[in-house]
């Protein structure tokens, strides 16, 4: 009678001892599926994370590209900047120094043409005085023939 009754007291305690593993054991599988969903998120954002760094690294490389490009486009205009600066100075030298003959120029024609109406002046002087001696020239040689004649 004993044994009988240990196993009736027994019996209860087993299946709410079951039941509480049943539970624990749910409760498990159920943080075990939460835990793989929430594994599977992670996997899926680690996974667009690594694209949108892939895409990004690509962009940045484009991006570098760009840059030395551009640095290769500033140095060459700074190099045509250079060569044009240089070629404008030249070309300004250049004209100073033509204004300047262009000014001695000018100067040394002023002379020349009042140099020129001055050897006009006496040339038109002498071309007076010949044309003066000329008269008379012929006047002393007219009264000499009249002087003899008489």
Do not use: C
């Amino acid at each position: 009678m004993n044994l009988v009754k240990i196993k009736s007291d027994l019996s209860p305690s087993i299946s709410l001892t079951d039941v509480a593993v049943q539970d624990k054991n749910e409760n498990l599988k159920f943080s075990e599926m939460k835990l793989d969903d929430e594994k599977n998120q992670l996997r899926l954002s680690l996974g667009n994370t690594e694209n949108h760094l892939t895409k990004t690294e690509l962009l940045r490389q484009s991006l570098e590209g760009d840059v030395q490009r551009l640095k290769l486009v500033l140095s060459d205009r700074e190099t045509e900047n250079q060569v044009l600066s240089s070629r404008a100075e030249s070309l300004t030298s250049q004209v100073h120094d033509l204004e300047n003959k262009t000014q001695s120029l000018t100067t040394t024609v002023e002379r020349l043409n009042l140099t020129l109406a001055k050897t006009e002046q006496q040339e038109s002087a002498h071309r007076n005085k010949v044309l003066l001696l000329l008269i008379i020239l012929k006047y002393s040689v007219f009264d000499g023939r009249l002087l003899l004649t008489h």
